[in-house]
């Protein structure tokens, strides 16, 4: 590990845009000739360790271009049961976190990022927080926080206090093009104040946003009843197709690459969405819908999903997937490098980390 680098990159929440940080900061630093290594070493499941964690490192390590032997799985991976494990566990017994520094041992690259655990107190209990890691390793942090409102700024005053010295910087993400000058003009002073540098903010993008037809079919264990070959269509709003049909035609069209969700029986509705820009139908009600209909929809190239849940559940879950979208589509990764190059601040970090660069 000797002359080794790390950036600790954390979140004051979940779903903060970590993932999309690190792509972004990886990508400028790789025009910069700086080599990039990646680890994981924490993620906390609501369900038995999955394949997902796994899944979501190897996908930034493809999109880093990195050799699939740099592929590491996280070093510890929480589930309930194993929580309860830890707090069952003998005192006396070696703490989980006393093989990070095995863990990165081998890990190349002249910067290494490191993402985080969701929250600042998340892994406090296996001694792997933000701020435990990189007191072991002598790390800085890179916050990444996403806008709700102004009030952020108590999180980051906060995490200030709790981080101290070691927070080097914050990226705010997802701030509405409206408010971008003001918050610039208001956070952007206020934080400096407090030594805390805003190193980027990341205007809202929808593609960003977005979900794809897969995603939603795998969330909603749906029947892909056609275009199977479409799934990979993004999705930027749910709208549901409960009116009569001529207030419907005129509710679709403003909509904009949306999913429809409507009964397997309402036709008329159907024919409507997919007339205007709908990216997926997802019916409901145990109805299959009549064979134009799936020949429309192959002529359009729009898949249509069945569930075999009711629309209020249906809605539930898929406005789940919307607020929990994960960066596993080659398209979100271009979106979030051009934001970062053009919102981000590389050569102040670069400054900070002490990196030497050789431009390629």
Not at 158 to 173: E, P, S
Not at 216 to 230: I, Y
């Amino acid at each position: 590990m000797a002359g080794a680098k790390y950036l600790l990159v954390g979140s004051t929440e979940a779903y903060s845009g970590k993932s999309a940080a690190i792509l972004g900061i990886a990508d400028q630093l790789k025009r910069q000739g700086i080599t990039i290594g990646y680890g994981k070493p924490l993620t906390i499941e609501q369900d038995h360790c999955p394949v997902n964690a796994e899944a979501d490192v190897s996908f930034i390590i493809q999109s880093l271009a990195l050799p699939e032997t740099e592929i590491k799985p996280p070093l510890l991976c929480l589930d309930p049961d194993s929580l309860v494990g830890y707090l069952q566990a003998d005192p006396s017994a070696p703490p989980p976190h006393s093989a990070l520094r095995d863990y990165l041992q081998d890990v190349p690259g002249d910067l290494v990022l490191l993402e985080g655990p969701a929250t600042l107190s998340e892994g406090s209990l296996v001694n792997l927080s933000l701020a435990q890691m990189s007191a072991q390793i002598d790390a800085p942090i890179l916050l990444v926080a996403r806008y709700h409102a102004i009030e952020l700024i108590d999180q980051l005053l906060d995490a200030k206090q709790r981080l101290g010295d070691r927070l080097i910087g914050v990226l705010v993400n997802d701030v509405p093009e409206a408010e971008l000058v003001q918050v610039k003009q208001t956070l952007e002073p206020f934080l400096e104040a407090h030594t805390v540098p805003l190193l980027g903010l990341l205007p809202r993008d929808s593609l960003l946003r977005s979900v794809s037809v897969r995603e939603l079919a795998t969330q909603l264990d749906a029947k892909v009843l056609c275009r199977a070959d479409r799934l990979d269509l993004m999705v930027e709003s749910l709208t549901i197709g409960a009116m009569n049909v001529n207030s419907a035609l005129e509710y679709f069209r403003k909509g904009r690459n949306m999913a429809v969700v409507t009964g397997g029986d309402r036709t008329e509705l159907q024919l409507a969405a997919l007339e205007t820009s709908t990216n997926c139908l997802i019916l409901t009600g145990h109805s299959a819908p009549q064979d134009f209909i799936l020949s429309r929809a192959e002529d359009l190239e729009i898949p249509i999903l069945s569930v075999d849940l009711d629309t209020l559940t249906t809605v539930e879950i898929a406005d789940q997937a919307f607020g929990q979208v994960r960066l596993q589509e080659p398209i979100k990764v271009q979106c979030i490098q051009a934001l970062m190059q053009a919102h981000f601040d590389t050569s102040r970090l670069i400054k900070t980390l002490g990196l030497e660069t050789s431009p390629v």
